[in-house]
């Protein structure tokens, strides 16, 4: 297939990477997922925008407008013939010899972009089950809120959830639920969303900020505020958001069931007004 190398769409075959890469040695680069539904982008403005703010966040100039990046992942979609599936986009700040601080601006090094595609089915069996989910301490840096390349404690407590037969690790740092390994984690309680604060603890989803706005719209509380394990395991309902995943019910926390141990009622409204927004957003 084809992919996105700095400002061009190759073939994937003719393009290497180099060991002395940043983003390889360092983890220092960032990246996006964006979804695609029916050969359409889902909130692909969105993504971008956080890809830049991420790059601010680490002193890292794109190099190129966000609109240039659109319009080479839309083209790269159509190319690849997407149906179903996502884009990956990631960022390093290049290629130089080995050592801890930035190339010199003199190097000529510059910060270099990647993007392929996959075809991913929507996991509607699980939305429509739900899913099972572990607590784990969160022992992940304090910026968060910045969608960096550096994943090994994401990586390790998706590990740790997959051997206990679960879909996703829910982390606490000392106890206080901050978000999932790859998601947003939500519980609902007398009628309230409630979810951690858009702080450096998290990163603030795309998903996130969608169901954000469809709460208002739709006269359904959507708190931000810190909750605890505790409250977690005692909630009427549970669910995280991704943009894999979009509403996932969570049926059962360290093997407790969570209120009746299926998807709750207002877990099912959100789906239900997501697939909408979906529909809406990406109709021909
Ligand atoms: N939190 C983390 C740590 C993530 O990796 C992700 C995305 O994969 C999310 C939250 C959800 O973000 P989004 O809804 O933008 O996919």
New binding site residues.
Partial sequence: GKIIFGDQILDRSVVHIDLEDRGYQFGDGVYE?IRVYGGKLFTAKEHIERLFQSAKKIKMDISMTPERIEDLVAELVKENGVGFGSVYMQVTRGTAPRTHMFPKPDSQTTAVLTAYTNEVPRPERQLESGVDAITAEDIRWLR?DIKSLNLLP?VLAKQEATEAGCFEAILHRSGIVT??????AYLVRNGEVITHPADNF??N????QVLAKLCQENGIPFVEKAFGVVDLLQADEVFI???TSEVMPIVKVDDKPIGAGKPGGVTRKLQTLFEAKINEETKV
């Avoid at 989803?205 to 996130?208: A, C, E, L, N, Q």
């Fill in positions: 997922v968060c994401n978000e999932g390994s790859s998601s947003n998290i990163l989803g795309i998903t996130r958001t991704s943009t």
